[in-house]
């Protein structure tokens, strides 16, 4: 017996064949499609070495098995049982190989298209690389000891259409509920090498997403030399062509999921499509993952159900980096205000400094961190659990020995923390008043600099000099959001304990129609735009049938009076409100401030939509206002004392919340002059050929951007730096997001799963959510990921994930909001009541239940949402 054939896989149990050649034969028996194969098992070929020579140096095997000759009986039955196979694939299949721990990929040699005449020197040359210096070295590295020994396989060749590797889970991100799978054309040892750009699929279920490559060559068979293989280039219109069908890739994913299910963990393969057949041609368990983590090291839990709303998808680096230091040295005020210590702070930088955390892109709280803040305030000593069941804090977490007091001590700061807060609350509107005549004057002088003409070092001193007068003075809206808290919850209470279940949202109802809040005013002011435009035939046509940047330019060159009104008008919305979009908060949005484009667009949806300021005249928001008002008359009619209780606490509330909302926007302007400025960081480091492209800044972060400009950079190669942190990003683009709530052990970053969702309360029973803006209605769902893909919702109820101040261009033409994050004071829920569209927030399962198509109910009162129809 020289050789195992692939029929014969009961003779292979007894031999030592290496991982990759068991697990063809266990494809095999699968009844998967495996290209003829056969195996040179170890015992065959270490008995043609002698013990001493190959108990000695692995030089003098390599010299020895190069001496060795293989025997012409054993080629002649090989080449018989292959029939009319004219070509070869030779490969190892090492005793290590392939393992449930070490893959050995890369180690050893591999030969593709070998001709029937040269198969037994290929056999020689893989046999000889298993004794390599390389292989040696890897053995040493990972502690690998025993037997050295190889099978050799040899394999019908096949000059495939498609190849490519493919993943039972996502290896990158450790998404369990993801498959990967990377494709080229011709076969797949380009992709193998890294030498040829490949396709890339995320499979998700049934939703596949792909970032296709631009692909110029691929390898194939060197029909010249009749022998190897060559990189030849693809056909133009082959290059931004998908490699795999729809069909090819749901194939694969099925296949890996009989694969795991067989091998009992998810395998990495290796696969090929000629003529439409799926070929296997080897599959491994993942050994790319971390280690299965065992829950030992520091616990953290993780959150980003209401942060989201802020900083939604994926965030770059630049953006962290300064909003980690902004929540820092925002909750370190806060807590000074609250009456924690100088010295408490400074003893707990580190708890400050890691209230944020990143997580594949995203921005999350570090819940561990928050809890520990809370810990510190006085009051936390004297009922602990009744302040974290306030706070809504779930999980307690060791409070350390420095934040202990003696109840003694804890009274008297509470006392001296009520006496501030007293105070604090009752200088608040000047403080309001005196932060935005700071903000107006700040933000005034910056909108005032040429920024073109500052050196990048110049315009990092006009950073460092905005977050001294501006960003660390955040004062005012810190105690703002706080007070605005505790009043929205006594208005609650107060209504929960006068009217029961009567009617459970009229506080809501009490809050609607505030037309002093400023974040709706973008929406008015752009609907009035629409509504002139619309008046206007020729300003009608012009934004129905042009493009946004067509219309721009056209705008800009006519003289016409309605032109240039307009033209006036839209410059002056966009001065006022143009840093208010989608993702305003990210400095990596480029705002409407930055391409008025943008903004053109969105007047253009509305005119063709239909959208004009009759749809919005404010009554449908007065009336709910009325009526819950009405209600309060009727139902405190005998009870003078609880009505003016009731209307006192209606009037704070609303100061607050729309001093909250309004805040909001400020924060917007201010950080639209750090993304100025950082932009044009970008504009001086690509003019000096520091950075590829102006907008490659935002792959840096605050700190390595300042480091290189005073000359403290451990990182010069910035460019290579920016390279692999876009590779990076651009995967957490396609990837499904991580869990809501999840946590780690240890290190975050090591073995832990982001997409365990067994720290989210799972959704049982009907949809049902928090009721924040009043009305019952039935319609369409469209569920909407980014609104820039959106034009208008065309009267559909708008779901998504979550929303941010940018997403309002949007609710005019929605029939109500549901979104699955977000709270009563969110600003979807503080919009949708000023607008008067049924809105319900914080709804657990919502996209995993609802499609775009679907019909249902919902009731923005109760919070309940009845599917119709799917």
Not at 33 to 40: E, L
Not at 470 to 497: H, R, S, T, V
Not at 706 to 720: D, H, P
Not at 730 to 742: D, G, H, K, T, V
Request: glycine fraction near 6%.
């Amino acid at each position: 017996m020289n050789f195992i054939s692939d029929s014969e896989s009961e003779q292979a149990q007894n031999l030592t064949i290496g991982g990759k050649a068991k697990n063809l034969f266990l494809l095999k028996k699968m009844g998967m499609t495996i290209p003829k194969f056969a195996v040179i098992p170890w015992e065959v070929l270490s008995e043609m070495i002698p013990a001493q020579v190959l108990n000695g140096d692995q030089e003098k095997i390599s010299v020895f098995i190069e001496q060795v000759q293989i025997s012409d009986n054993m080629l002649s039955r090989l080449l018989s049982t292959f029939g009319p196979t004219e070509y070869f694939a030779v490969r190892s299949s090492a005793i290590d190989e392939d393992g449930s721990v070490f893959s050995f990929a890369g180690q050893f040699e591999s030969y593709l298209f070998v001709p029937k005449e040269n198969l037994a020197e290929h056999i020689k040359k893989v046999w000889i690389s298993a004794f390599s210096p390389r292989v040696s070295d890897y053995r040493k590295h990972h502690n690998i000891t025993g037997q050295r020994g190889i099978a050799i396989i040899i394999q019908e060749m096949i000059d495939t259409d498609v190849a490519g590797v493919a993943f039972g889970l996502n290896p990158v991100s450790g998404n369990k509920n993801e498959k990967l799978i990377n494709a080229v054309f011709g076969l797949g040892e380009g992709l193998v090498s890294g030498e040829l750009n490949a396709d890339l699929f995320v499979l998700h279920g049934s939703e596949i997403k792909s970032e296709l490559a631009f692909k110029t060559h691929k390898i194939s068979f060197d029909a010249r030399n009749k022998t190897g293989t060559i990189l030849s280039e693809i056909q133009s219109e082959q290059q931004q062509q998908s490699t795999l069908s729809t069909k090819q890739i749901i194939v694969l994913g099925e296949v890996l999921d009989k694969l795991e299910a067989e091998f009992d963990q998810p395998q990495d393969i290796e696969f090929a499509f000629k003529d439409e057949i799926l070929y296997l041609l080897q599959t491994r368990p993942i050994t790319t993952l971390n280690l299965q983590n065992e829950k030992t090291g520091e616990y953290i839990l993780w959150d980003n159900s209401n942060i989201i709303e802020s900083y939604p998808g994926v965030t770059t680096p630049l953006t962290f980096s300064f909003i980690s230091k902004s929540y820092e040295t925002a909750y370190k005020l806060f807590s000074a205000y609250l009456g924690v210590s100088e010295s408490v702070i400074r003893d707990n930088e580190t708890v400050f400094s890691n209230t944020l955390g990143f997580i594949n892109g995203r921005v999350y709280y570090n819940l561990k961190s928050w809890y520990h803040m809370l810990a510190m305030l006085p009051g936390y000593h004297i009922n602990a659990r009744y302040m974290e069941k306030m706070m809504g804090v779930k999980e307690r977490f060791d409070v350390p020995e420095t934040y202990r007091l003696s109840k003694g001590k804890a009274w008297w700061r509470i006392a001296k923390m009520a006496i501030r807060m007293l105070f604090r609350f009752l200088s608040l509107p000047r403080k309001r008043k005196e932060f935005m005549q700071l903000l107006d004057k700040t933000i005034s002088e910056y909108k005032g600099i040429n920024y073109d003409a500052k050196s990048a070092g110049e315009l990092m001193l006009l950073y460092r000099n905005f977050e001294k007068s501006l960003l660390l003075e955040w004062k005012a809206p810190l105690l703002n959001d706080f007070f605005a808290m505790i009043w929205f919850g006594m208005l609650q209470k107060q209504c929960e304990q006068y009217f029961g279940d009567q009617n459970a949202n009229i506080h809501n109802d009490l809050l609607c129609g505030s037309s002093d809040i400023i974040s709706v005013e973008p929406v008015h002011r752009s609907v009035r735009l629409a509504t002139r435009i619309t008046a206007s035939p020729v300003l009608k046509s012009l934004f129905i049938s042009e493009s946004e940047q067509s219309i721009q330019i056209k705008l800009g060159a006519n003289t016409s009076s309605e032109f240039v009104t307009i033209k006036k008008e839209i410059d002056q919305y966009i001065q006022d409100f143009g840093e208010r979009c989608v993702g305003e908060l990210k400095l990596e949005t480029i705002s409407y401030t930055q391409d008025p484009s943008r903004f053109i667009r969105i007047l253009k949806s509305y005119v063709e939509t239909g959208i004009t300021s009759d749809q919005f005249s404010g009554k449908r928001e007065n009336a709910i206002r009325a009526n819950a008002e009405k209600e309060v008359e009727q139902r405190l009619k005998g009870s003078l004392y609880k009505k003016w209780k009731l209307k006192r606490t209606l009037k704070t509330a609303r100061e607050l919340v729309s001093a909250r909302e309004n805040l909001r926007y400020e924060r917007t302007r201010a950080f639209g002059i750090v993304r100025q400025l950082f932009f044009h960081i970008g504009k001086r480091f690509y003019a000096g050929n520091v950075i590829d492209q102006e907008r490659d800044i935002f792959y840096l972060t605050k700190e390595e951007i300042f480091s290189f400009i005073e000359g403290t950079s451990v990182t010069q190669n910035i460019k290579a730096l920016i390279s692999l942190r876009k590779g990076e990003f651009e995967s957490y683009q396609i990837q499904a997001p991580p869990a809501e709530r999840f946590a780690t052990y240890g290190a975050p970053y090591h073995a832990n799963d982001f997409f365990n969702t067994d720290k989210v309360e799972a959704h049982q029973g009907d949809l049902k959510g928090i009721g924040c803006s009043p009305g019952k209605v039935s319609g369409r769902v469209r569920v909407v990921l980014n609104p820039n893909e959106v034009s208008s919702l065309n009267g559909d109820i708008l779901v998504t994930s979550s929303t941010d101040p940018g997403w309002v261009t949007l609710f005019p033409g929605a029939l109500g909001i549901i979104v699955e994050r977000g709270s009563l004071l969110s600003h979807s829920a503080i919009v949708s009541r000023e607008m008067g569209k049924p809105c319900i927030v914080s709804v657990t399962g919502l996209l995993k239940t609802l499609k775009t198509g679907d019909q249902i109910e919902m009731d923005g009162s109760t919070g309940t949402i009845s599917i119709i129809q799917k």
